[in-house]
């Protein structure tokens, strides 16, 4: 298949924005995918007007980077962007805006695209240089995406089948770049954002367990528990041997007092996980919770022999069981334990 032709429609002050851009296209230009063509490729001593409409004729697909200058020049907006809307409706060509900069643009003639970002986020918003990537990324991945389907055109028009699983595909693929925010945000305090880009990634794809489970540990650390049993319950749906996943519901379950439930995932949990300290830990106080000191007791020494790294908190635990059951002499000689 010939090279898909891809047409920037910009306003200068942009070029810095498009330049990073075409950076993220590098590979699919290597890999002889795409050709790309703007304006300020216009040589000296032509006729500038035809060689513009010609490139925006032969275009396959043409990008729209939408910022405030885009939108007040008077040339993008009613020579190349009409020109673009004329052969997107007619079949001709795909027109994708792209959202550099914030700008009102959701009446304009192309509003009713999908517009890249997929939360139609300004990418010049972004907060660095390393989130500014990540939001190209997207851009690229779309593209690929949308060039897997132009390769094959006539399997495209015979059925939408092409269409709808590269799209199932990309939305998959955006839906974990969402999901890697959403954990940045939530590693570094900032709860509400990370909130919100998980139910982005949910709503781009809601059978990924990783947003569920991901969602799930936020939502425990705001101390909303309910929320986060239901998502960990949605999660374990979708992939039910993830040990951690189990583990994090067992655990929720014990913060909202329901024992005898907890214990049951503590123990699905362990046989997911079998050598895990931890589990091991929390099932032994689950147990004593519930009052049954000589079984939380065996959990500890069965534990303490796998010699896991938990064993501190295991001998403390065991020795608050010790000194539930009466038995002090050997309290006092597990909490020496705990100390070497």
Not at 49 to 70: C, E, W
Not at 129 to 154: G, T
Request: glycine residues 4%; hydrophobic residues 40%; proline residues 4%.
């Amino acid at each position: 298949m010939k090279a898909i032709r891809i047409f920037y429609s910009y306003a200068f002050p942009d070029e810095p924005l498009r330049k990073d851009l075409e950076k993220h296209l590098t590979i699919l230009k290597r890999q002889g995918l795409i050709t790309t063509w703007h304006s300020q490729e216009v040589t000296a001593g032509t006729e500038r007007l035809h060689i513009i409409n010609r490139y925006l004729d032969l275009a396959n697909i043409i990008l729209l980077l939408v910022s405030p200058d885009f939108m007040a020049s008077d040339f993008c907006y009613n020579v190349e962007m009409q020109q673009a809307m004329k052969r997107h409706t007619m079949g001709e060509a795909r027109v994708i805006p792209i959202i550099l900069r914030s700008i009102d643009w959701k009446d304009a003639p192309f509003g009713k695209l999908q517009v890249l970002p997929f939360d139609g986020k300004p990418i010049a918003s972004w907060s660095s240089k390393h989130r500014r990537d990540k939001a190209f990324l997207e851009v690229a991945l779309s593209l690929r995406s949308v060039i897997r389907v132009m390769e094959n055109p006539l399997e495209t028009n015979a059925t939408t089948s092409g269409a709808l699983a590269a799209s199932n595909e990309l939305r998959s693929e955006i839906a974990h770049l969402h999901i890697n925010r959403a954990m940045a945000y939530h590693d570094r305090g900032r709860f509400d954002e990370s909130l919100a880009i998980y139910d982005q990634a949910l709503l781009l794809n809601p059978d990924d367990p990783i947003a569920h489970s991901g969602k799930g540990d936020l939502l425990g650390d705001l101390g909303r528990y309910e929320e986060a049993l239901q998502a960990y319950r949605q999660a374990l749906h979708l992939d039910p041997d993830d040990g951690e996943v189990c583990y994090a519901k067992a655990r929720t379950l014990r913060y909202l007092g329901h024992y005898e439930e907890a214990l049951q995932a503590y123990e699905h949990a362990l046989h997911l996980k079998p050598d895990d300290g931890e589990v091991y830990y929390a099932k032994a106080l689950t147990l004593r919770d519930l009052g049954r000191y000589e079984e939380a007791l065996q959990v500890c020494e069965h534990a303490l022999h796998l010699k896991t790294s938990y064993a501190k908190p295991i001998y403390r635990t065991k020795a608050r069981i010790l000194r539930d059951l009466g038995r002090h002499e050997e309290a006092l000689q597990a909490d020496r334990d705990a100390e070497v």
